[in-house]
C-alpha cells in the first residue's frame, strides 16, 4: 500500500533518472532480429528490417567492453522476434557479456 500523501509520480521520475544515469550497472533491450516464422495473427511486427547487420553487434560487444571496465552488473532483456531464428547472435552477445562479467 502507498502512503496517501506520497507523490508517486514523483517518486518514479526519481526512481527513473536515478536508474538511467548510474554508472555502476548497466540496463540494455537488444533487438538482434525482427525475423520469425510463426507470423502469430496478433503480432504487430512487419518483418522489414530483419536481423541486426554484423557492424551494429561488433559495435554493441565493442561499447559492453567499454562499459565493462565500470560497471558492476548487467541487465539484458532480449526484444524482437523468434530467438531460434538468429541462435549464433544471442549465443556470441550472451557469452561475450559473460566474458566480460567474469573478467572485470
Ligand atoms: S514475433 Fe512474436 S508475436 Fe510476432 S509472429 Fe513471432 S512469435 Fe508471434
Known sequence: ???ENTDELRRATYLHETGIHRTD???LTI???EQCNFRC???YESFLRGS???DIRKGLIS????KSKTINDYFVDWFGGEPLYLLG???LITFKYLFYSLLF
Not at 561499447?63 to 567499454?66: A, D, P, R, S
Open 1 to 3: 500500500m502507498v502512503e
Open 25 to 27: 550497472k548497466l540496463f
Open 31 to 33: 533487438m538482434p532480429t
Open 41 to 43: 495473427v496478433y503480432c
Open 52 to 54: 541486426m547487420l554484423p
Open 63 to 66: 561499447f559492453v567492453e567499454k
Open 89 to 91: 547472435t544471442y549465443l
